[in-house]
């Protein structure tokens, strides 16, 4: 079992920075620190899109929305998942998820769950 605690959204002034956290945590026999982590968001009346993800050798990857203002990491040591967001523009604004990868021994990794959706809101 893999569960996780997410914090960070709130409400700022466009050009502002915020920085969520996905914390997860695993049930004995779960791996964790090999496996992607990612970041995904959903406006109202729009589909749920990729914002970025960190591969579990930590290559990173970016929508093109979001170069170079967000940068995603991870803390093997805490099983958590950070997304830095600066320079935040309206159109950032969304419920952002955590989305997470576990295994166990000799398998291979799989989605373990969706986090609950942190609500950000850039006004202007």
């Known amino acids: 079992q893999v569960q996780l605690v997410e914090s960070g959204g709130g409400s700022v002034q466009a050009g502002g920075s915020l920085l969520l956290s996905c914390a997860a945590s695993?049930?004995?026999?779960?791996?964790?620190?090999?496996?992607?982590m990612g970041w995904y968001r959903q406006a109202p009346g729009k589909a749920r899109e990729w914002v970025s993800s960190?591969?579990?050798?930590?290559?990173?990857t970016y929508a093109d929305s979001v170069k170079g203002r967000f940068t995603i990491s991870r803390d093997n040591s805490k099983n958590t998942l950070y997304l830095q967001m600066n320079s935040l523009k309206t159109e950032d604004t969304a419920i952002y998820y955590c989305?997470?990868?576990?295994?166990?021994?000799?398998?291979?990794?799989?989605?373990?769950?969706w986090g609950q959706g942190t609500q950000v809101t850039v006004s202007s």
């Open positions: 989305q997470v990868s576990s295994r166990r021994r000799a398998t291979s990794c799989v989605v373990a769950l």
């Open positions: 695993a049930a004995s026999g779960y791996i964790l620190s090999d496996c992607g």
């Open positions: 960190v591969s579990g050798v930590g290559t990173t």
